[in-house]
């Protein structure tokens, strides 16, 4: 890491970028240890969970994962046993992937873990950091998909 003087011990994408990569490798050991699941498929997993049966342009949009990621991801699940694909009545060049009774069982087991993790990961804060935290994230992500718009260029 970056001496404290350095600009980039200051440099706020550079800080949010090492800390989501040391947060996302202590839930891929412990993803992959209990789950036998890779983070990409995790998120997957999780999503679907929450959301119910979704195209994988969906799937990419909520996940944040590029297209080709999805793919593998909900292809290695597929393999496994864990989502299945059902024809998109709206577009045929598209299915939608939801959990099989297998992949919600998992679900039901895996999230609980998620939030222990979470527990864990963000103990030192109070509740009340942790609320201004996910608010402030979620600005700055509004803030950079509005960057990212056609509306912005």
């Keep these: 890491m970056p001496t404290r003087h350095s600009r980039l011990a200051n440099f706020l994408p550079y800080l949010l970028a090492i800390t989501a990569e040391s947060v996302s490798d202590v839930c891929a050991e412990v993803y992959r240890e209990r789950f036998d699941l890779r983070l990409p498929e995790w998120r997957v997993l999780a999503v679907l969970g929450d959301a119910g049966a ?60 998620a939030f222990a993790i979470e527990r864990r990961v963000f103990a030192d804060l109070s509740e009340t950091e942790r609320l201004q935290l996910r608010h402030l994230l979620a600005r700055v992500r509004t803030t950079v998909e509005w960057m990212d718009s056609p509306q912005a260029a």
């Design 54 to 113: 979704l195209t994988q342009r969906d799937l990419a949009r909520s996940t944040g994962m590029d297209k080709v990621a999805v793919n593998r991801a909900c292809k290695a699940l597929e393999d496994r046993g864990l989502v299945r694909r059902s024809p998109n009545d709206r577009d045929g060049r598209s299915h939608h992937l939801e959990l099989s009774e297998q992949g919600l069982a998992i679900h039901r087991e895996m999230m609980p873990t």
